[in-house]
């Protein structure tokens, strides 16, 4: 039990950094030596400490000089310092939850999820799985450095959302205590260079490639023209870290020098002939060898000094189009895309758009004075990774601060577009940490500065830094578009208002004369009805008239030969009709009769009973006898 409790203890220092034993027992003595519960206590408490990962004293250590080792804080802009500090106690550094990370390996990029709550030696198994590299061979940079212990969670180490980890195989076998051991060792590499002795120190985890890239500035040899001595023999090397190399302690003695170049020198020679205006070009070939290379070197080093803007710009959009030119030509395609355009035209472009079409713009600042410049836009600027999350989020826009009067043309366009707060924020930026990229967002109804990645960084601080502020830049712009879609709503009602008021208005001063029209039109067909009605009545009448007249006249019911006929009227009618009529009488007599009394024959039938005909088909000259209605009858009357 006593040599667990060790174990706990040890881990729970190296995840929490806090080097008092008494203070680091009393927390796990609180949490029953729980070990993930002792680091949830801990890191809430402690978030704001300059022991925790995530403080704002953070240091990152730049190689500037001889026997020097400089410190750089990395700077935050104020807004962000709150939500820094309140970042640990926030639910996303719950252990459980998850945790997004990109695995770069074979020029390859693996996604990777896991619990916040897993250990790094969890994490190193997924690995393993797909990846194909055994946990034991296992070279991971990026994980958080010394704080990456195998018993460590996730969500102990601060690591951003999609953080870029670096694999390598390594060609040992190493156990997870022994490369954690390593990793959290600082190396001191004593580089000779001509005539100059650099002495530079770096963690475990950087690795060769960082190295040479630090070398160039400081040497000005390109990393294709280093040539090396003193690095033991890796597979792989650029890509191992100094942990992996197996360097010398406590200090390893390296060499570096310009590659030499026996290529052999093409002169241009141009003969001038007095009798043509042509001239003659010829090419001889020195047959002296010597390190022509370098000659063409020193060239292309003074086109390359050569600043991306020329001096006393007068036009802003011209001069970020002959930024955005002589950047591609001198670091070739593989480049961010640069806005053409004036500084305001970009804010409008990316900042001024509706919600859903913004995107966030990047300010990336050069300076031909400083050392990390070459470095940052080859290696930085020119990573996949970059190229990508710059290309889908951000509208960038380019300048060049090495002129003073550039510089002053810049500082008046963002104090104009943005305030004299944004323009000191930049005017504050040092030349020795420049380039920078400085991100802009719009927050509710403000443009403002976000924050600004600095160029003493890697690829996974820069990565995480944009990382960063994309995250805070969906949140506010989902925010943002939830405001504008009710402000719109509204719109839409009070529009929608002002245009029923408006035909509203043009109802009510048509509405009389709609109204006047409407009952002209109603007495003019009620007239019309009453018309019509009347004139069929009368046609009506003047038919029953004169079928009236054609009926004989009713014989006594005494009188011999007379058949009575009784008719049943057509529904609703319930009462019926009855005649009497001579035997010798025409069936034209009893059609009349029915006419007489509103019932034609051509709008009604005349049914006998047995057998059942319609009477109106039989002959109108028939008589009532031979049609068998004689001496008595009944009759039925249906509507046709």
């Excluded at 009798?275 to 003659?280: C, P, Q």
């Excluded at 010597?290 to 991306?308: K, S």
Aim: with cysteine; net charge negative; aromatic share 4%.
């Amino acid at each position: 039990m006593a040599e667990n409790r060790e174990e706990v203890l040890a881990n729970f220092q190296s995840i929490t950094n806090i080097e008092d034993v008494a203070e680091a027992i009393y927390h796990l003595e609180e949490t029953n030596w729980d070990l993930l519960s002792a680091i949830n206590r801990v890191i809430p408490q402690d978030g704001n400490s300059s022991s925790t990962p995530q403080n704002n004293e953070t240091h990152d250590v730049e190689m500037i000089d001889d026997d020097i080792s400089v410190i750089t804080p990395k700077t935050h802009p104020p807004d962000r310092e709150d939500s820094n500090q309140a970042s640990t106690s926030s639910p996303r550094n719950n252990s459980l939850d998850l945790v997004e990370l990109q695995v770069h390996y074979n020029n390859k990029m693996h996604e990777i999820k896991m619990s916040g709550s897993a250990t790094v030696s969890d994490l190193k198994k997924r690995i393993e799985m797909v990846c194909g590299v055994p946990a034991c061979r296992q070279q991971l940079s990026g994980l958080g450095g010394s704080r990456a212990a195998p018993a460590a969670p996730l969500a102990a180490l601060g690591l951003v959302r999609n953080c870029v980890l670096r694999l390598k195989a390594s060609d040992r076998l190493c156990t997870d205590d022994e490369v954690a051991d390593r990793l959290t060792t600082t190396y001191t590499l004593r580089v000779k260079h001509d005539e100059r002795e650099y002495t530079l120190k770096y963690p475990g985890t950087k690795t060769v490639q960082e190295v040479k890239n630090d070398l160039y500035s400081l040497t000005d040899i390109p990393v294709r023209h280093q040539m090396w001595t003193g690095w033991p023999t890796v597979t792989g090397l650029d890509d191992t870290a100094l942990a992996m190399v197996g360097l010398d302690l406590p200090m390893h003695d390296l060499t570096i020098k310009r590659v030499p170049n026996k290529r052999k020198e093409y002169k241009r020679i141009i003969v001038e002939s007095s009798e043509s205006d042509n001239s003659s070009v010829e090419e001889v070939e020195d047959g002296d060898s010597f390190n022509t290379e370098d000659d063409m070197f020193v060239d292309l080093q003074t086109d390359r000094l050569q600043p991306l803007m020329s001096e006393n710009i007068e036009d802003e959009a011209l001069g970020c189009i002959e930024f955005s030119q002589r950047f591609r030509a001198r670091y070739g395609p593989n480049t961010p895309s640069f806005f053409e355009g004036t500084l305001q035209d970009a804010i409008k472009e990316s900042c001024l758009k509706p919600a859903k079409e913004r995107k966030l713009l990047g300010v990336y600042l050069h300076h031909e004075q400083s050392v990390l410049s070459n470095v940052f836009c080859a290696q930085l600027l020119g990573c996949d990774t970059v190229l990508q999350t710059l290309a889908a989020n951000f509208l960038l826009y380019g300048w060049d601060l090495t002129h003073p009067h550039n510089n002053n043309m810049l500082l008046n366009a963002v104090a104009n577009a943005l305030g004299a707060m944004a323009s000191m924020t930049i005017r504050s930026i040092p030349v020795d940490r420049l380039p920078a990229i400085v991100i802009i967002m719009r927050v509710r109804s403000n443009t403002e500065i976000f924050s600004v990645i600095n160029g003493n960084v890697g690829v996974s601080e820069l990565v995480g830094g944009l990382v960063e502020a994309l995250e805070r830049f969906a949140a506010r712009r989902d925010e943002d578009a939830r405001m504008e879609r009710e402000r719109d709503a509204r719109q839409r009602v009070k529009r929608e208002q002002d245009e029923a008021y408006q035909r509203s208005l043009e109802a009510d001063r048509a509405k009389e004369e709609i109204k006047k029209q409407q009952e002209l039109e109603r007495n003019q067909e009620l007239e019309r009805a009453e018309s019509e009605r009347l004139l069929e009545e009368a046609k009506q009448e003047a038919l029953r008239a004169g079928a009236a007249l054609r009926v004989p006249a009713e014989p006594c019911a005494e009188e011999a030969d007379v058949a009575r006929v009784r008719v049943r009227l057509p529904p609703p009618h319930h009462a019926s009709l009855e005649r009497r009529f001579h035997a010798h009488d025409t069936l034209q007599a009893l059609l009349d009769f029915l006419a007489s009394k509103g019932y034609p024959k051509e709008n009604y039938k005349v049914i006998s009973g047995w057998p059942r005909r319609d009477l109106t088909t039989e002959s109108q000259n028939s008589t009532l006898k031979a049609l068998k209605l004689y001496p008595m009858e009944t009759i039925v009357l249906e509507e046709r």
